[in-house]
T-cell receptor, first 116, second 114 residues
Framework: NAGVTQTPKFQVLKTGQSMTLQCAQD?????MSWYRQDPGMGLRLIHY???????DQGEVPNGYNVSRSTTEDFPLRLLSAAPSQTSVYFC???????????????FGPGTRLTVL | AQSVTQLGSHVSVSEGALVLLRCNYS??????LFWYVQYPNQGLQLLLK??????LVKGINGFEAEFKKSETSFHLTKPSAHMSDAAEYFC????????????FGKGTRLSVIA
């Protein structure tokens, strides 16, 4: 298994440009999520999905769109990039646990995005 | 709302010394708690998780954490630090079982001095 993969690893954008960060997992996990990591801020949830066709907003969703058409893929779209979106982005996934339990989330290696 | 507070953004210990990283949680219901580690330029890796089965939880690489409800704490410890333990450590909480979002603390960077 490749686990959770993210592309690209690095990206530089100009203000106003759009792009899609790709995330894929080959573990048949139902749950997927996107976080951004900024110095001194920890990880903050952008969007998440509990299954194909279902998405919901996290703590910092503004400026980002997601969709979940398949179990494997969960792309994150920046519609009009802003310097405030300069960050490291992590995708994570997990499988549905047994009743009354909770499972770990598996993280991808991250995408480092700079918006000029 | 669930939240965690990690005391100390940077902790420095000597090789062989005790590692203690502090995490306090805020939760209106019994929480599920996690510790993750992030090595430089990598994603996060699970160290251990608390799911109410036992208050003392053992994880990978010799780390353990103790859930103390009276203190609303879930501190991470390791008896003897190794140079390879240098990394950033995150405490996280979720209130529900099943697939629910994690809320992360701001992280503690651990430095190990030879």
């Amino acid at each position: 298994n490749a686990g959770v993969t993210q592309t690209p690893k690095f990206q530089v954008l100009k203000t106003g440009q759009s792009m899609t960060l790709q995330c894929a997992q080959d573990m048949n996990h139902e749950y997927m999520s996107w976080y951004r990591q900024d110095p001194g801020m920890g990880l903050r949830l952008i969007h998440y999905s509990v299954g194909a066709g279902i998405t919901d907003q996290g703590e910092v969703p503004n400026g980002y769109n997601v969709s979940r058409s398949t179990t494997e893929d969960f792309p994150l779209r920046l519609l009009s990039a802003a310097p405030s979106q300069t960050s490291v982005y992590f995708c994570a996934s997990s499988y549905t646990p047994t009743s009354g339990s909770v499972n770990e989330q598996f993280f991808g290696p991250g995408t480092r995005l700079t918006v000029l | 709302a669930q939240s965690v507070t990690q005391l100390g953004s940077h902790v420095s210990v000597s090789e062989g010394a005790l590692v203690l990283l502090r995490c306090n949680y805020s939760s209106s219901v019994p929480p599920y708690l996690f510790w993750y580690v992030q090595y430089p330029n990598q994603g996060l890796q699970l160290l251990l998780k608390y799911t109410s089965a036992a208050t003392l939880v053992k994880g990978i690489n010799g780390f353990e954490a103790e859930f103390k409800k009276s203190e609303t704490s879930f501190h991470l410890t390791k008896p003897s630090a190794h140079m390879s333990d240098a990394a950033e450590y995150f405490c996280a909480v979720t209130r529900n079982s099943g697939n629910t979002p994690l809320v992360f603390g701001k992280g503690t960077r651990l430095s190990v001095i030879a």
